[in-house]
């Protein structure tokens, strides 16, 4: 029971990860129509943008994490202005995908670059507390953080697309970029609210992660962008919560099943059940939005 | 008896090299074997060719390698998961060029050039790799530190008759003469250093049970993990659990929770160096107290920045322990490697890329015209090399220490520094 409960704490925290990544990935999908996978890229520089000034003048974590999330915002709307803003008179998703995938391989080399081909991390005892240590269960600071900054953000998202007027602009231009704009709002304000907020959510997700998991490096989005990919299918695209608790699902599942089946499979579960949802309930739990694309 | 021994050396090289040297004074550089020359043992030292005949005679060769250029391709792990084992590999690969064509290793007018190939881990970009260098023209291809790109390329290079140097691999039997041949030294069989380890550790706590966690997507490492349960099993321990991960893991906490739950008196890792340090970081983190052993992987400086002190009393074999390097080749590399890298020792993993470009000059500069072909039987003719690790040998294509060598164990202290094992418990 112990190891159950141990694990499951284990599974909700990397899910977290894979959540609120799949917040971010998610939200450019619904309001902008573009798959992008360089967001994974974004996330990576979010935290070498917190780790260079960690490792140059000794940033302490808050800081840190403000110049990371800077780095990952403007980085995000750099590719947005050069990449994909192009595109949009066209509005062709293919041609969106091929786009980000260049971006992605541009992002990538600049990563490696940064890195200089090395897996880094933050210093050992960067994030020291609070550390959780009982008779029953053992939460890391990095694991700590990753929850209680996963619930904040899922729940300030929330309130942040229905509460507020920029959110309900993000939401109807999701919904029909030419209505809304016959309604008044600015498709180019909705536009960078969008990927500022979609960005900066990324780089708090890769600079969380690579504390966590003592691993910034490049692949370090690659591994968020296939598994929060995932948790927006199995979550459903219509709403931020849907995609965070998919990405809950992911990471509880595939931390059981390494206990429980196996280590191997670790993956084949993950991937499984995007599968079975793509297939049985291509909505996702909580149901699919229409969206259309921004142009 | 050693003059009378230098005596005759001097007479029997003056013999043999003069008619085909046309009278040139003898030397290391001139003197070719005479045609038919039988030798008992023959062999490369750093190029120089070598015969031995009755036991008491040297006959140096000359090369005769024609003037020009002669590539070797190199498929390397610039980027990507492994980049940090291939990025100093292919530094140490460059350095050797560089000194090879520096120092004439090769012969007047001939050049070495390195072709590099990123092939980022993946097994579809070595297959391009190998293709690409056949396609080139090279002399011949130094690949692979994983196993499953090994296999890969093989499948292409054997085939096509183009000599393959494999310069990291661990997979075992991948040697394949006389196309194949591997310059690194197998710690993980049986009998080798890494099982011995575990066994000497399992011995010291007289242990009844242990951990093995192994990177099951990577055939070297189940290979390794399948002889560290054999040397575990030959000392007594008889409840041997398996924690299975993946390369591309970065959350272990799952597999330190197991381990923990388990609390065994000792764990071994079977893993990449990265995602091993991570797991000892995780376990220490959660109060883990037992022994840990580490594959040679762990030994690697990068190791440390990753884990920090967390890594203190890990024990590990390693090929290359630079902070003791003794012999002449691996004291250059570790002066080179601390000059150019903030006073820092290397790994194993610059040496290893030296060691396959010195080996595969040194065939390419024996065949006489840098043909694959020639360059085969060259290399199937080196017996004796000297490298940063010692004297070496190989047998059947496979790289081996040419004298039973005292196994390097070594143990991670606070602060990041290695020391000598004891064969003690140490945590």
Redesign the interface.
Known sequence: M??LI??IL??V??GSAYGMFAMSFGLIFATMGILNVAHGAIATLGAIGALLVVESWGFPLIPALLVGIATAIIIGLVTDRLAFQPLRARSNPLGYLITSIGVWIVLISVA?TLL??????F???FVSQP?I?TSWV?L?PG?FWLIIVGGLSVVGLHLILSRTTIGVQIRAVGYSEVWSRISGVSSSTVVLSTVAISCGLAGVVGIL?SI????V????GE?LLLKGFAAVVVGGFGDVRGAFAGGLIIGVTE?LG??YI???F??VITFGLLILFLIFRPQGIFGEVKFGAIK | MKRIRLILCALLVGLVATPLSGGAQVSAETATPRAGARCDKAGDVNGAFWCEAKGATLIWTDNKLQKGTYKIGAELL????A??A??PMGRGMEKAVAEINESGFLGKGAKLQLIQFDSAGSVPNAITAANKFIADGVSGIICCSLSSQAAAVIAITKPAGMPTVIAAAVLPNLASPPFIHRTVLLLGGKGGWQPQSAALMAKALRATSAIVVVT??NQGMVADAATYVEGLAGAGVTSITQ????A????????A??I??ANPPMVVIATLG?PGS?LV??LV???YKGQIVGNYGLSDT?NY??????LAGVVMPTPFFAEKATNKIGKQIVSWWKANNAGAYPSVYPLQGYTAVYYLATAIKNSGDGKPANVAKAMNKIGRFETGYGTVKFERGQMKFAQTALPNYVVWRAGGLKTVWDLKPTR
């Open positions: 112990q190891l141990q694990q284990n599974g925290a990397v490696e200089d081909h090395q897996i880094k991390t210093p050992p005892d550390r240590i053992y890391a694991q992660s966590a998991f003592d691993n490096a490049v692949q370090l591994g931390v390494a206990q196996s280590g191997d670790r993956d | 610039l980027s990507g998961a980049a940090f291939g990025v099951s997507d924690v299975k991960t993946a591309a893991d970065t959350d272990l906490s799952g597999a929770s197991q923990i739950a990265g991570r970081k995780a983190d959660r109060g990068t920045a990753i884990a920090g002190n967390s």
